[in-house]
């Protein structure tokens, strides 16, 4: 079915003076319409307000467009629950980051060579593989970043594994730079974050490493404040690659709060309801390594 949003302007008059007015917001609906009164209850609710007179509802109109918000939904390992698969394929050659080497995958030992050790009707393919931890969809612990940071080896399972999940959705935003706000109503404590931006559609194309969407810093002290247990993002990078400072890979590594970058495939998920994971292997001394995260969602 196609999902609906309303999106409408409202004014708010208080018992003890005063307003405020909204232009442009939008809602998820079910359905094909929503009532002015539930509206109005939606705003009051949402925003929390206090000693409500009237509640006006303008210039509504219903559209077609990705619901924001999910319902929440029990976890349980019942037959019909669905994988999503959140990685890019990492391919000889490719790019994941001008100016790091791409990836060279080669044989070590072919079927043919092997035919020789084994015998006959016994063979087999050992492939070699030489990469930098930066390719394709990877994973960052402190380490990347602080030389004193725990490194692949010592990342703690429970910080990328079997984690409650929430989607924040910003595709289509005109401001690349992804502030606090927009994950503030979301409660993200616990939480493996994944940041929605729609970029993934721009893989392996010259338009992937230009004018990403990125968190701010305050965004990055936002999640560490309130308790985000991992941050990841579909996007080239999680900070603004312009400058050269990385404060959000600096806030969120220094507290410990593994990154996952190049993600794909989060449209696909709901906002809510879903368990999350992305386990490197153990690596003493390194501090990045590709991964191949899923999101589990119930039958």
């Keep these: 079915m196609t999902e609906k949003r309303v999106c409408f302007d409202f004014e708010v008059s208080f018992t003890n003076g005063g307003g405020v007015q909204g232009q442009d917001f939008r809602l998820d609906i079910e359905g ?176 992937y490493f230009e004018g990403h969407p990125h968190l701010t810093e305050a965004a990055a002290v936002y999640l560490r404040d309130q308790g985000a247990r991992l941050v990841g993002i579909d996007s080239f990078n999680i900070d603004n690659v312009s400058e050269n400072t990385r404060p959000v890979h600096s806030v969120l590594l220094a507290a410990g709060i593994p990154i996952v970058e190049h993600m794909t495939r989060l449209g696909e998920l709901p906002a809510t309801g879903f368990r999350f994971s992305a386990v490197p292997p153990k690596v003493r001394r390194m501090g990045t390594f590709p991964v191949r995260p899923w999101a589990i969602l119930p039958g």
């Design 32 to 207: 094909d319409d929503i009532h002015d009164a539930e509206l109005a209850r939606h705003v009051i609710g949402d925003l929390r307000l206090l000693m409500v007179g009237e509640v006006r509802i303008l210039n509504k109109r219903i559209i077609e467009e990705r619901h924001k918000r999910g319902e929440i939904a029990a976890i349980q390992a019942e037959p019909g629950q669905r994988l999503i698969d959140l990685s890019h394929v990492i391919e000889a050659g490719m790019i994941t980051y001008k100016g790091l080497p791409a990836p060279l995958i080669c044989d070590h030992l072919s079927r043919e060579a092997s035919r020789s050790i084994y015998a006959e009707g016994t063979e087999f393919q050992i492939d070699r593989i030489e990469l930098v931890g930066n390719t394709g969809t990877y994973l960052d612990t402190p380490y990347h970043r602080y030389a004193d940071g725990h490194d692949l080896a010592d990342l703690p399972l429970a910080r990328v594994a079997d984690c409650e999940g929430i989607v924040v959705r910003v595709e289509g935003a005109t401001d690349r730079a992804i502030d606090w706000a927009a994950f503030a109503a979301s409660d993200v404590r616990d939480k493996a974050v994944l940041v929605h931006t729609g970029w993934d559609r721009h893989w392996r194309t010259d338009q």
